[in-house]
């Protein structure tokens, strides 16, 4: 019997997907556990694994498209086997067909030149995006090499402006069009002067894009954001760190100076409990017993921020296996919306950079974040009044004030400098 895959939910609150790539195509055979399509939430992307094994008999919703959690979106069973499609599932299915019709009307010339004609700008505009780096997936450009056409002429239809099979086989199908517009003698020099006039390129922002971007302009739009700087003296944990990272047989040679910072903030957050904190529509603190505590890490698609929960009951040691792990899960596309869930209070750190001072933006509900700076010398006078210099590191908290007062704030960021100023005591805690 056939088997009807639906989008999955990654996660609680995902009301829908978009269905970016077909990873296997209609007729092919399918194992279980293996990568039926890709699709990305706002929060992350991932792969749809396969939980039966069989033939795909039908792909229900092309890629590139936005799909409603639970959508029936293909059909897996045996070569031949008969299905009846799922409600709602037959106006996708439909839709292809549509599109092959003109491809084979396409045969008579006359209506073939003008035909040929609407897809030529498009497909110039593709090839200056294309560059040394052409964005079609490996698929694409296989079935090109086999069919003998140039991927780069073929009019991208994926997401973020990728070139995917179906738009190769709608280069294929319309080939005698296409022919006439490599053969153009007079039109293909007429294409080096269009190269200044595509200085730029215009790509629609990805769906993860738009959730930051929304998030981020609503957080300045209804918060009354406010930012606290101060520096620290980072001798401790610089010198620290340096004998952590000579040291064997303890696991700590891989801790970072921003493992000692989600340390020092974990053990003081409970401490704070309207800084450790949720503001939720506006009308209730939820405040936490314990730090939930996200790490900002920046990846090619984005910002993703993992939630460290219960943070304060951790080691420094696993602390930096934690963060290692999920920046490499966020990175890879692997990190689940449930690990970016529930927090309470966001670190970014931003001192690699070599920034000094910035004003980091909320993650709502959330009522605070901490941006971290990096590392400069500063003078300072000894007590037989010489001058000495030292490694300072900066602090930058912003919070919300219209929860948070600032001598409250200013208090947990005096608070936070003095343990790192002093980590191996708080390490002792």
Known sequence: MATI??????????ESALLAEWLVQEGEAVKVGQALFSQETGKSSFECLAEVDGTLLKQLVPAGEEVKVGTPV?????????????????????????????????????????????????ATAAAPAAGDHLNASPRAKNLAADLGVDVAQATPTGPEGRIIERDVKALAANGAAAAPKAEAAAPAPAAA??????????????????????????????????????????????????????????????VTINDFILLAVARTLPEFPDINANFLDGKTMRRFAHAQLGCAVDTPRGLFVPVMHDADKMSLRDISKWVKAKAAACKDGAITPAELAGGSFTVSNLGAQGVESFTPIINPPQTAILGVCGLTLRPRETADGEVEFYQAMGLSLTFDHRVVDGAPAAKFLKTLAERLENIEFLMAM
């Open 193 to 254: 002067p269009a190269a200044p006039a595509a200085a730029y390129e215009d790509q629609p922002i990805t769906r993860i894009r738009k959730v930051i971007a929304e998030n981020m302009h609503s957080s300045l739009a209804t918060m009354a954001q406010l930012t606290l700087n101060r520096t620290f003296d980072a001798t401790a944990i610089v010198e620290l760190r340096k004998r952590m990272k000579a040291s064997e047989g303890y696991g700590l040679e891989k």
């Open 74 to 122: 293909a059909v897996i069973g045996q070569p031949g086997e008969k299905f009846d499609l799922p409600a709602g599932a037959a106006a996708p299915a439909a839709e292809a067909p549509k599109a092959e019709a003109p491809k084979a009307e396409a045969a008579a010339p006359a209506a073939a030149a003008p035909a040929a004609a609407a897809p030529a700008p498009a």
């Open 5 to 14: 895959v639906q989008m999955p939910q990654m996660g609680v609150s995902d």
